[in-house]
C-alpha cells in the first residue's frame, strides 16, 4: 500500500476551516499562521484541552485542535454558554476538532472516514499513530490565546 503526504493546498483547507469556525461561532476571526512540520523528536502540541477525531478510509491519521482554558471559555461566552466545567470545555474542543474535520471531508471526498471526537488526556493517553508522514501544526491565535490544529494525515493508495 502506498501512503501519499498532504499537498499545501490540502494542508489550506484545514487553515480555512479554522477561518471559518471561529468566524461562524464567534463573529471574529482567529489569525492563523503558516502551518509547519512537526519533526520526531521535536516539540509536542499539548494544551489543557485536546480534541482528536481519528481518519480512516481514502486517507488514515488524525486531526487534533489544543487549546487553553482560557480560549475555550471565551469562545463559550461569545456562543451564549454560562457554563464552564472541565466537561464543557472538553465537549467544545472536540466539537471545533470534528468540525474543522468535517469541513476537510468537503475537500478529500466522502472517503475521508471521521470518528467522533474523543479528548485526549496526557500522558495518560495511549494513541496509535496512523500515519508514516510527518504531521503538520497549523498555530493560531484568537484574543490573545494561542491554539494549535495538528493535522497528521496522508492518502492511502492500493498497492503498486
Request: aromatic share 4%; hydrophobic share 40%; no cysteine.
Given at each position: 500500500m502506498t501512503h501519499t503526504p498532504l499537498r499545501p493546498q490540502d494542508i489550506e483547507v484545514f487553515t480555512e476551516a479554522i477561518t471559518h469556525y471561529f468566524s461562524a461561532s464567534t463573529?471574529?476571526?482567529a489569525s492563523v499562521r503558516s502551518a509547519y512540520l512537526l519533526?520526531?523528536?521535536g516539540p509536542v502540541i499539548w494544551n489543557d484541552f485536546n480534541g482528536l477525531i481519528e481518519i480512516s478510509g481514502d486517507y488514515q491519521g488524525s486531526v487534533c485542535f489544543s487549546a487553553p482554558?482560557?480560549?475555550l471559555s471565551h469562545v463559550l461566552?461569545?456562543?451564549g454558554e454560562s457554563v464552564f466545567t472541565d466537561e464543557r470545555h472538553g465537549d467544545i474542543v472536540g466539537e471545533i476538532a470534528n468540525?474543522?474535520?468535517g469541513r476537510a471531508r468537503r475537500h478529500f471526498g466522502?472517503?475521508?472516514g471521521i470518528s467522533p471526537p474523543r479528548l485526549?488526556?496526557?500522558p495518560n493517553t495511549i494513541f496509535e499513530v496512523q500515519a508514516h508522514s510527518l504531521p503538520y501544526a497549523?498555530?493560531?491565535r484568537w484574543h490573545g490565546y494561542e491554539a494549535n490544529l495538528g493535522v497528521h494525515l496522508e492518502a492511502c493508495g492500493g498497492d503498486k
Open positions: 463573529g471574529e476571526l519533526e520526531r523528536g482554558r482560557a480560549l461566552l461569545k456562543m468540525t474543522l474535520s466522502e472517503g475521508l485526549l488526556d496526557y497549523i498555530p493560531l
